[in-house]
């Protein structure tokens, strides 16, 4: 039978609410595009010229967890090894990894397992990208002579290793499956030789590591042992990119985005999402019953940019009078408006006020156990009437939060 999650370790993990992903690898030298060897069909042997030069000496895990912190956030997700397939880890199935074929000598994956360590607060989880544009197995196998389940072989033993070498850990955080059945064999970049042994794979996670929940970025409803369905770049049911899929009702939900336009540190990258819509984002996800896992794309030097941080930490001033209505709730009970969701702890519902059109916010479907309202930021009364069966709630201008206004109706 497919095992899943401890209830403890799904419950963590659905309390948390807020995580941090990191996209980190050789990519952030060119720093060009997310998928720079695809793109510019870069072949394994000048990527590796790329991954060589890998020295990002100003990393700092004690530095990243504490942004990490500061935001709030409980969680990290860390790009273990990307399409590229240079592993940010020491692992004993590759020569290609930071800490032999990069000057850098360093395990990241190391120091990060060590940095949260020393808190109670934050876990640190594994992403591990399904394909590789660089295995002999996975790509090359005619040349090569290798067989698919070498590739198998290969990318289930680093999952052994990630599940048992760096302590507990929050996820599995899988992506990279859509080319078996989405790409045509003529598209070499997309060539997977047949099943990823999800069973397999999945069953030892959950014996390894019984309370890290398994996420696999699919696009699909999630099969027996996934224990949490993920959109990326749109909120659950939302579905703007056009390829995330319709949301299981009552599953544990993530919510996947970037800051700004990309995974991966880009040079020059604009177009960063305001504080404001980040909370929104936070609270709708909330709402939804779906974490929301953040990404950062650290540089080649190894720094988180400071327009990532400081949006980070802006979100973490917000959450530390708000925090109430994040962690440990569950999918609001009130239905959603345009300018408003709510969040619920049992009784306790949280209603968020992220547009400020008029002072009068109506809700539908407000329970008849809710006899008063208050603002959460400093419990002082909000005025709340009844027309008919809806509740109307009013917030002047003047008592409004520039992200995110959270009234507590009990
Ligand atoms: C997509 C991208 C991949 C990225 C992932 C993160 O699958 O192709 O590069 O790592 O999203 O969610």
Known sequence: MTKSVSEKGLRWYQDVR??????????????????????EQISPADYEKISAQFNPTKFN??????????AGQKYLVFTTRHHDGFSMYDTALSDYKV???????????????????????????????????HHPAYRFRKESGLAWSDYLEFLHGQVRELCTDFGEIACMWFDGDWPRHKFTDSEAYFLAGGSFEYEKLYDMIHTLQPEAVIINNRHETPQPGEDVQGFE??????NTTGFNSPTVAD????????????????AGSTNYKSTKSLVGYLARSASAGANYLLNVGPNAEGEIMPLHAARLRAMGQWLQTNGDSIYGTRAGVIAPSAGAVS?????????????NVSDW???????????????LRDGSAVEMTQD????????????????????VLT
């Not at 995580?19 to 793109?39: E, K, L, N, Q, V």
Request: hydrophobic share 40%; glycine share 6%.
């Open 233 to 238: 770049q749109d909120l659950p049911g939302a």
């Open 18 to 39: 807020f995580g941090m992903f990191i996209h980190w690898g050789p990519s952030a030298i060119p720093a060009r595009h997310d998928w720079i060897m695809a793109a």
């Open 99 to 133: 800490t032999t074929f990069s000057p850098f000598r360093r395990d990241p994956v190391r120091e990060l397992a060590d940095a949260v360590a020393k808190r109670s607060d934050i876990k640190l989880g594994f992403y591990n990208s399904l394909l590789d544009w």
């Open 251 to 266: 599953f544990p939900l993530e919510v996947c985005m970037t800051i700004n336009d990309h995974w991966f540190h880009i």
């Open 343 to 355: 969040t619920r702890k049992g009784d306790t519902h949280y209603v968020h006020l992220l547009e």
């Open 61 to 70: 895990a004690d530095e990243w967890v504490s942004i990490a912190a500061d």
């Open 361 to 375: 916010t109506r809700l539908k479907g407000v329970p008849d156990t809710v006899t008063s309202a208050r603002l």
């Open 388 to 407: 008919g069966d809806q509740v109307i709630l009013n917030v002047p201008d003047e008592r409004r939060d520039g992200f995110d206004t959270v009234v």
